[in-house]
């Protein structure tokens, strides 16, 4: 099936700064890429949906000035955590594609 | 999108098949079934799909009753790298494809 990579599979960083996580569609383009956020022991709750060429769609709940979506390419969309806090620390999941949905490996945020 | 309801764990011999049962009562006409399947610390894996006719692929075979309320997915021979979170998703096709709502999934465990 279709692959998704994303980068990096896990990053830390201290309370205050900010991290980017991107998502690539690798044998196809998306021009939809979806994020998703999974606490340990929890299903995964979606984000946002990220549009090519215009904004992203944010979910009840989720503030869009602290998690920056961008989707500059057709197989490229990023998530940037700003000002990230302890409480940001989870494992961040995008998917991409058509009927089948195809999801990333995902990416372990811990902040420290 | 429609709510699933799955049971919370489920366990299967080695060898055995694993019949996964997924409750889906609200779903919509154009609203299809999928279901995936996540191994500890990483994204989900895509197994099959299906709208209303029984489908097999080679890792599952997926059987939906005719009133479309209800799923199961079964593994025909369950082996320990089976064991992992299966979620079972309604999801519309179409405008916004692939937006997901993850329920809470059930967990598998293949034991020898």
């Known amino acids: 099936g279709a692959v998704v990579s994303q980068h990096p599979s896990w990053v830390i960083c201290k309370s205050g700064t900010s991290v980017k996580i991107e998502c690539r569609s690798l044998?196809?383009?998306?021009?939809?890429m979806f994020w998703y956020r999974q606490f340990p022991k929890q299903s995964l709750m979606l984000m946002a949906t990220?549009?090519?060429?215009?904004?992203?769609?944010?979910e009840q709940g989720v503030e869009k000035d602290k998690f920056l979506i961008n989707h500059a390419s057709l197989t490229l969309s990023t998530l940037t955590v700003t000002s990230a806090h302890p409480e940001d620390s989870s494992f961040y999941i995008c998917?991409?594609?058509?009927?089948?949905?195809?999801f990333g490996p995902g990416t372990r945020l811990t902040v420290t | 999108d429609a709510k699933t309801t799955q049971p919370p764990s489920m366990d299967c011999a080695e060898g055995r098949a694993a019949n996964l049962p997924c409750n889906h009562s609200?779903?919509?006409?154009?609203?299809?079934v999928y279901w995936y399947r996540q191994i500890h610390s990483q994204g989900p894996q895509y197994i099959i799909h299906?709208?209303?006719n029984n489908e097999t692929n080679e890792m599952a075979s997926l059987i939906i009753t005719e009133d479309r309320k209800s799923s199961t997915l079964i593994l025909p021979h369950a082996t320990l790298r089976d064991t992992a979170v299966y979620y079972c998703?309604?999801?519309?096709?179409?405008?916004?494809?692939?937006?997901?709502?993850f329920g809470d999934g059930t967990t598998l465990t293949v034991k020898p």
């Open positions: 998917s991409a594609g058509g009927y089948e949905q195809y």
């Open positions: 044998d196809f383009q998306a021009t939809t």
């Open positions: 990220s549009n090519e060429g215009s904004k992203a769609t944010y």
């Open positions: 609200t779903i919509s006409g154009n609203e299809y």
């Open positions: 299906g709208l209303k």
């Open positions: 998703i309604v999801r519309v096709v179409g405008t916004n494809a692939g937006k997901s709502t």
